[in-house]
């Protein structure tokens, strides 16, 4: 089975930029997005495509994806930012998610 | 607007069935493939599988196969998700999603249901 390996945590000071990374097997040559997730909501898609922002995401929000990994980036971060942001691409037409990040805002 | 709205949460013992309902408005319910995920406590999201509401053909992630049934009713635009056999490592939110294209980001995502399985 395919599999996205994502950190447990990180942390960003308000203000700074922060990158969360999604790691598989040659990720870079699938489609990645990214969903936030905050507590007792439904996951928000954020990047759609690599590098793609759904209308009404802001700007700040960012993609990349690349060899074996893809990174979410969260350029002047905000308070409203902390949540979970899960990672996802398709093997196979199956969806795979990453075990999900932690962003804290300190 | 597109809207997915689901049924409400559940208890069931286990070894019991669940079907969660997902009520699709807002567009043209046979366009739109339906996703189930779902998301244990404190955990992270699990893809279940997929329909397409317009001919109902399924596919399911191996680890459910036996268990899950995703069935669609044009009449109603509604999809169905029933899982048997429950045991506590089932109890999670589950949660519905519409896309266009089965390969394509769930931008659209119903407002989840939580199942809860307990003697």
């Known amino acids: 089975s395919y599999d996205l390996t994502q950190p447990p945590s990180v942390s960003v000071s308000p203000g700074q930029t922060a990158s969360i990374t999604c790691s598989g097997d040659?990720?870079?040559?699938?489609?990645a997005c990214w969903y936030q997730q905050k507590p007792g909501q439904s996951p928000v898609l954020v990047i759609y495509q690599d590098t793609k922002r759904p209308s009404g995401i802001p700007e700040r929000f960012s993609g990349s994806n690349s060899g074996n990994t893809a990174t979410l980036t969260i350029s002047g971060t905000q308070a409203m930012d902390e949540a979970d942001y899960y990672c996802?691409?398709?093997?196979?037409?199956?969806?795979?998610f990453g075990g999900g990040t932690k962003l804290t805002v300190l | 607007q597109v809207q997915l709205v689901q049924s409400g949460a559940e208890v069931k013992k286990p070894g019991a069935s669940v079907k969660v309902s997902c009520k699709a408005s807002?567009?043209?319910?046979?366009?739109?493939?339906i996703h189930w995920v779902r998301q244990a406590p404190g955990q992270g999201l699990e893809w279940m599988g997929i329909?397409?509401?317009?001919?109902?053909?399924?596919t399911y992630v191996q680890k459910f196969q036996g268990r899950v049934t995703m069935t669609s009713d044009t009449s109603t635009s509604t999809v169905y998700m029933e899982l048997s056999s429950l045991r506590s490592a089932d109890t999670a939110v589950y949660y519905c999603?519409?896309?266009?294209?089965?390969?394509?980001?769930?931008?659209?995502w119903g407002q989840g249901t939580m199942v809860t399985v307990s003697s």
């Open positions: 807002g567009y043209t319910f046979t366009s739109y493939y």
């Open positions: 999603s519409s896309t266009k294209d089965p390969n394509q980001s769930f931008d659209i």
């Open positions: 996802q691409a398709w093997d196979s037409s199956t969806v795979v």
């Open positions: 040659k990720l870079g040559y699938k489609y």
């Open positions: 329909i397409d509401p317009s001919g109902g053909s399924t």
